[in-house]
């Protein structure tokens, strides 16, 4: 009879673990409740912007050393013509800070290297763009997430004050677990977004490094062409 019992009691229990068990993980984020929108719609701008990051560093952020060399070349020769010419048929950033010196190489030396660094504070400021989308989202994400759990742990207690019956651990449990379904995506979407913000942010240090240190090798080049005026004494 004892043991009747129990097979009796550990059935429904057995059904309902295997019934957890058996939901899908889209199902299981579905039980998360409204807030587990605008964390998917979070997570994809960070995708987004991550990707779209990459892309833009790669294109614009190189730093060729054989398009350097080439470029060195010709102002060595005094070519400054066709140095400009190179400058506009690439997409770097460095080859326009370039073209920013040569364009001013009639004017005295301190106005070269002025516009140089002029255009190497703009070229680093569109590196940047988006940084603060990821940044933006780290911080909100598991906010948004913990906001879904406190939603859902108040239905939850509501759930037990409106039951006139003795409330069963099945009740409670459900309910918390889905609560705290939106925390965890909220956490999962904040440390992507964040690891996401340093690995761009150190790739920006790291490729602004290489075009200051570019960009002060041509500053020098082009101060010593003969047609970069001396400054002028105030």
């Known amino acids: 009879m ?7 009691t550990v059935t429904p229990d057995s059904a309902t673990t295997a019934a957890a068990a ?4 889209w199902e299981l984020l579905a039980k998360g409740g409204w807030t587990m929108i605008p964390l998917l719609l979070l997570s994809i701008l960070a995708l987004y912007a991550l990707l779209e990051r990459i892309i833009t560093l790669y294109i614009h952020g190189r730093v060729p050393q054989k398009w350097i060399e080439s470029l060195k070349q010709k102002i060595k020769q005094g070519n400054t013509a066709e140095a400009a010419m190179l400058c506009v048929k690439e997409r770097y950033a460095v080859a ?14 301190t106005t070269i290297e002025n516009a140089m ?19 933006t989202i780290a911080g909100a994400a598991p906010m948004l997430g913990f906001l879904g759990t406190v939603l859902g742990m108040i239905q939850a207690f ?3 004050a409106q039951n006139t019956g003795q409330v069963s651990p099945k009740l409670l449990s459900g309910g918390i677990y889905e609560a705290m379904i939106t925390t965890a995506a909220g956490l999962v979407v904040g440390i992507f977004a964040y690891v996401s913000y340093n690995f761009i942010l150190i790739k920006v240090q790291q490729i602004a490094q290489r075009i200051e240190n570019t960009a002060n090798q041509l500053v020098e080049m082009l101060q010593q062409l003969p047609s970069a005026a001396p400054p002028r004494n105030q």
């Open 2 to 8: 004892n043991l009747l019992d129990i097979n009796v």
């Open 22 to 25: 058996g939901l899908t993980m």
């Open 96 to 109: 326009r800070i370039a073209k920013a010196g040569i364009e001013q190489l009639s004017a005295p030396t």
């Open 117 to 135: 660094k002029h255009s190497a504070q703009t070229e680093v400021y569109a590196l940047e763009k988006n940084l603060w989308l990821l940044g």
């Open 158 to 160: 509501m759930a037990m």
